[in-house]
């Protein structure tokens, strides 16, 4: 017994030297990461954008999710670890204020009465107590923060997972049967995870059938969810969760909520993931009374955003030639273009003699139908043009290049207008147009 008492007594004195000396190691970790949360903000962004350009319409609605829900993450980890590096930062200046005044707060001195000084250290005992309860809620918030990270990683992962293969499926099936059976498995899996959280409620937990598969269930659901994470996420987040009070839990889940809407409205709007629901991609851009900055080329590269609107060179041209137009072409639009496209469309074929001529057919059907199912305008009259595919050196973001040869137009403003005939199934185009002045310089 006393070898016994010695050894968790050994025991304790190691956990506790530790614990003292792993300060260091969690200001580099928190730092760290830190600085690499803020990179993950433009690692979203280009994920909104690869799925904008690349991804069928049936899947926009869970790319949405996906980019948003990581944004979310994001914004987490960098207020799980800001906090960690706070707080172990306060830690560090009061052990040194520990070092400088070993006896804290003094009860005898010349700026306060004796009766404040004893309701004060009533309150207030310790310095040295205090000091401990910082280090403890520091070493315990890296380990939610590590925790959350696990979690979200691991989630995105699976999401990942879902995205990836609705669009393998996309290329062998219609769009809308892959987006059903790819919505249907992550629906599935949805109501098991509530069927899970209902079963942990105190009116079934002590039913017997609750017994015999609650636990196994949610083993699965754990590594389905944590996948590459699950050993290390099941040792952090049912330690966490046994030993916070349910009030206590609730409680940092609300803090952390606040802290995480804040950054998440500050770099929302730094963002394209809105532009993957099809109503803001459906909307009508008729507005002539303002000039948005994306459409023009010299102005639009705040926050190193892909060009998802038709662009011009500038607001200002100097001269007729100056006029191009770039207009992005994702995929879901294509696919609507070809669809509705009245050429015949090449048939396939394997054949090596025959690829090289299947593949130039295939450009010159694309062209056709692309000139077909758009109408460009300048102040309202159709207009002459040259259309090539292109793809923008921003981003590589793929879509047509247009020419106007031989364009002559009145000093003053004018307006370029794209309608997508294909986009809007209602009848009504969808319809870009990007006012601009001309204001030729005096030779």
């Given at each position: 017994m006393e070898d016994n008492n010695q050894t968790q007594d050994s025991k304790g004195a190691w956990m506790e030297r530790l614990a003292m000396e792993s300060w260091q190691a969690e200001m580099v970790i928190s730092g760290v990461a830190i600085f690499g949360s803020f990179q993950l903000f433009d690692i979203v962004n280009g994920l909104s954008s690869w799925f904008y350009f690349n991804l069928p319409e049936g899947f926009m609605g869970m790319a949405y999710f996906l980019c948003f829900y990581l944004l979310v993450a994001v914004a987490v980890l960098v207020m799980s670890f800001l906090a960690h590096f706070i707080l172990r930062a306060l830690w560090i200046a009061a052990i040194g204020l520990e070092s400088v005044y070993p006896n804290g707060i003094r009860r005898e001195n010349d700026s306060y009465s004796p009766h404040f000084m004893d309701q004060l250290m009533e309150k207030y005992p310790s310095l040295h107590q205090f000091n401990q309860d910082l280090d403890r809620v520091s070493s315990a918030l890296l380990a939610y923060a590590l925790s959350f990270v696990m979690v979200f990683f691991g989630i995105g992962i699976l999401l990942s997972g879902f995205v990836l293969v609705g669009f393998l499926l996309a290329t062998f099936l219609e769009d809308e049967v892959a987006s059903i059976i790819v919505q249907g498995v992550f629906g599935l899996i949805a109501v098991v995870l509530m069927f899970n959280g209902l079963m942990n409620s105190k009116s079934l937990r002590e039913r017997e059938w609750v017994k015999r598969i609650h636990f196994p269930l949610s083993m699965f659901l754990g590594r389905l969810a944590a996948n590459i994470f699950s050993k290390p996420q099941t040792y952090f987040?049912?330690?966490?969760?046994?030993?916070?009070?349910?009030?206590?839990?609730?409680g940092l889940m609300m803090g952390m909520l606040i802290g995480v809407l804040v950054i998440t409205m500050s770099v929302f709007s730094r963002t394209q993931i809105l532009a993957l629901m099809p109503a803001q991609y459906l909307r009508y851009d008729d507005r002539t009374d303002r000039v948005y900055s994306s459409n023009y080329a010299d102005e639009s590269s705040d926050y190193d955003l892909a060009f998802i609107r038709p662009q011009i060179p500038s607001a200002m041209l100097n001269n007729p030639t100056e006029l191009q137009l770039f207009i992005p072409m994702p995929e879901r639009e294509s696919r609507k273009i070809f669809d509705l496209c009245s050429g015949t469309k090449p048939e396939r074929t394997f054949a090596s003699d025959k690829m090289e001529q299947y593949f130039e057919d295939t450009r010159q059907y694309r062209m056709a139908c692309f000139q077909e199912q758009m109408r460009i305008l300048l102040d309202e009259v159709p207009v002459e043009y040259i259309m090539k595919a292109y793809r923008h050196p921003h981003q590589l973001e793929p879509g047509l290049r247009i020419f106007f040869p031989g364009l002559t137009f009145?000093?003053?403003?004018?307006?370029?207008?794209?309608?997508?005939?294909?986009?809007?199934?209602?009848?009504?185009?969808?319809?870009?147009?990007?006012?601009?002045?001309?204001?030729p310089t005096e030779s």
């Open positions: 987040g049912y330690t966490i969760r046994t030993n916070l009070g349910t009030k206590r839990f609730w009145d000093p003053g403003e004018h307006v370029i207008t794209i309608e997508h005939l294909s986009v809007d199934n209602s009848g009504k185009p969808k319809v870009d147009r990007i006012p601009f002045f001309y204001l």
